[in-house]
């Protein structure tokens, strides 16, 4: 069986999320659907989570693909440090190669030692100025995510944070943000460099979309210019 690219399982998750925003269905629908997105497209987890806050960090809404994510999120809540509640404080990515030997947040590690969780990668939900929460996946083997993972999660954490703010709201469809419409482009633009990628050999998805970053990092330029570079050069050479 074929395995979708990550990009393209979290544009449908983006899509799930846009088709409750024209229905008005719950915001717990919409973080589940993204939960779903996630657990797919991060290769090496057994499943992800979404949290919603409020100002205070009281938490206003969750959704998960598994109990163990439930039960890893609960302690977070409960015991007021880890992962997720950092990435959402701090408003940065957080990777964690081996909770078992992390020493960030000690309580956290300790009660979820008998759970089957060794990696995490947790990002921020931003939609503007607004801080919403994080999104997180958990592996059950140590070293599973890097910060290539990171950006590809923050990649989506935009239009998906922009989305969740306005199914919060009152705001209707027509009134998604020009950011929101940058960030959809972006994900097409990044699309179609890996499909350029693909075809000249690159082998799979994963390895194609590696291969953008490592080029971003080289050339010290965005991921979205190095795409929009390399789909330019390849119209413009007519292959």
Same mark, same amino acid.
């Given at each position: 069986?074929?395995?979708?690219?990550?990009?393209?399982?979290?544009?449908?998750?983006?899509?799930?999320?846009?088709?409750?925003?024209?229905?008005?269905?719950?915001?717990?629908?919409?973080?589940?659907?993204?939960?779903?997105?996630?657990?797919?497209?991060?290769?090496?987890?057994?499943?992800?989570?979404?949290?919603?806050?409020?100002?205070?960090?009281?938490?206003?809404?969750?959704?998960?693909?598994?109990?163990?994510?439930?039960?890893?999120?609960?302690?977070?809540?409960?015991?007021?440090?880890?992962?997720?509640?950092?990435?959402?404080?701090? $408003?940065?990515?957080?990777?964690? *190669?081996?909770?078992?030997? %992390?020493?960030?947040?000690? +309580?956290?590690?300790?009660? =979820? &030692? #008998?759970?089957?969780?060794?990696?995490?990668?947790?990002?921020?939900?931003?939609?503007?100025?607004?801080?919403?929460?994080?999104?997180?996946?958990?592996?059950?083997?140590?070293?599973?995510?890097?910060?290539?993972?990171?950006?590809?999660?923050? $990649?989506?954490?935009?239009?998906? *944070?922009?989305?969740?703010? %306005?199914?919060?709201?009152? +705001?209707?469809?027509?009134? =998604? &943000? #020009?950011?929101?419409?940058?960030?959809?482009?972006?994900?097409?633009?990044?699309?179609?460099?890996?499909?350029?990628?693909?075809?000249?050999?690159?082998g799979t998805a994963e390895q194609a979309l590696s291969?953008?970053?490592?080029?971003?990092?080289?050339?010290?330029?965005?991921?979205?210019?190095?795409?929009?570079?390399?789909?330019?050069?390849?119209?413009?050479?007519?292959?």
């Amino acid at each position: 069986m074929n395995r979708k690219a990550p990009l393209d399982e979290l544009s449908a998750a983006v899509g799930r999320i846009m088709g409750l925003l024209l229905t008005e269905e719950k915001v717990n629908d919409a973080v589940l659907h993204l939960a779903q997105g996630i657990r797919h497209a991060i290769p090496g987890s057994i499943g992800a989570g979404v949290s919603l806050f409020d100002a205070r960090g009281h938490r206003t809404s969750t959704g998960f693909t598994d109990e163990v994510v439930a039960e890893a999120d609960r302690l977070q809540y409960e015991l007021g440090q880890g992962p997720c509640l950092t990435a959402w404080a701090a $408003e940065v990515p957080v990777v964690v *190669a081996d909770v078992a030997t %992390h020493e960030r947040w000690p +309580e956290w590690s300790a009660a =979820i &030692s #008998a759970l089957p969780i060794r990696s995490v990668l947790s990002v921020p939900l931003v939609a503007g100025q607004q801080v919403l929460g994080a999104i997180k996946v958990y592996a059950d083997t140590p070293n599973v995510y890097d910060d290539d993972d990171a950006r590809l999660l923050e $990649e989506f954490a935009a239009p998906a *944070a922009t989305l969740l703010s %306005h199914i919060q709201g009152t +705001e209707t469809v027509n009134q =998604i &943000s #020009a950011s929101l419409q940058a960030a959809l482009y972006s994900r097409d633009l990044v699309n179609r460099a890996c499909g350029i990628l693909l075809a000249r050999g690159s082998g799979t998805a994963e390895q194609a979309l590696s291969e953008l970053m490592t080029m971003a990092r080289t050339q010290q330029k965005s991921l979205v210019d190095v795409c929009a570079d390399l789909v330019a050069g390849t119209a413009a050479g007519g292959h």
